[in-house]
């Protein structure tokens, strides 16, 4: 008898501490037709178009960047840190661009950069990626639509969170910064025009 309570303390325990843990249940919510859309491809994990000159996924292989030459990208913008894609580019034609950047607090200047990077016609169409797709990629995303697009923070946070590419919600810096970021001193910064 007592041993069976034990073990059911224990599972209770366990059952608690993995639902601590999980980022929640998966709830399916009918996707927003302005989120990005998914880009069926081989050899692209997480892939997809944001808009006509902006791509979002995770690390391609070399596979992968030569899908990513056929469909025509001209410029990919890697968020790694410690990770160029050279080898992987080889001699397609494709340009880099490295941001160095974490996944924990997110730096305004990177921010800039990438916006920087985005917007100039000589690099679209561009890809961006970091390792999976989704956190320091969704990060940048989120400051393309409040800054480019003029969303809203909280609707630029809402695709983040909730547009199935993966996003981990224990990186609470990174949500904090794309819920308070100041639109207008944003496009400052990377000499956007005003909206």
């Known amino acids: 008898m007592r041993r069976r309570l034990v073990l059911r303390c224990v ?13 929640g249940p998966k709830v399916e919510t009918p996707r927003n037709p302005a989120w ?10 997480n892939f997809f ?8 996924g995770a690390q391609p292989a070399a596979k992968g960047m030569a899908e990513l030459k056929a469909l025509g990208i001209k410029s990919v913008i890697n968020l790694r840190s410690l990770h160029s894609d050279k080898d992987e580019i080889g001699d397609l034609g494709l340009i880099e661009h490295r941001i160095k950047s974490g996944a924990g607090d997110p730096e305004d200047g990177e921010i800039v ?17 970091c390792a999976y797709g989704s956190d320091r990629t969704g990060l940048m995303i989120a400051m393309y639509r ?15 969170v909730k547009g199935g590419y ?14 308070t970021i100041d639109a207008k001193a944003l496009r400052e910064h990377a000499g956007l025009p005003p909206r």
Request: glycine residues 4%.
């Open 11 to 23: 599972a209770a325990a366990g059952a608690v501490l993995l639902a601590a843990c999980s980022d």
């Open 36 to 45: 990005a859309v998914p880009v069926k491809a081989v050899h692209l994990r």
């Open 49 to 56: 178009r944001v808009n006509d000159n902006l791509y979002r």
């Open 113 to 129: 950069r990438f916006l920087q990077l985005a917007v100039d016609p000589a690099n679209q169409p561009v890809f961006v990626h």
């Open 146 to 160: 409040i800054a480019v697009e003029g969303w809203s923070n909280e609707a630029a946070h809402e695709e983040m």
């Open 166 to 179: 993966g996003f981990h919600t224990i990186y609470k810096d990174i949500q904090r910064h794309v819920r």
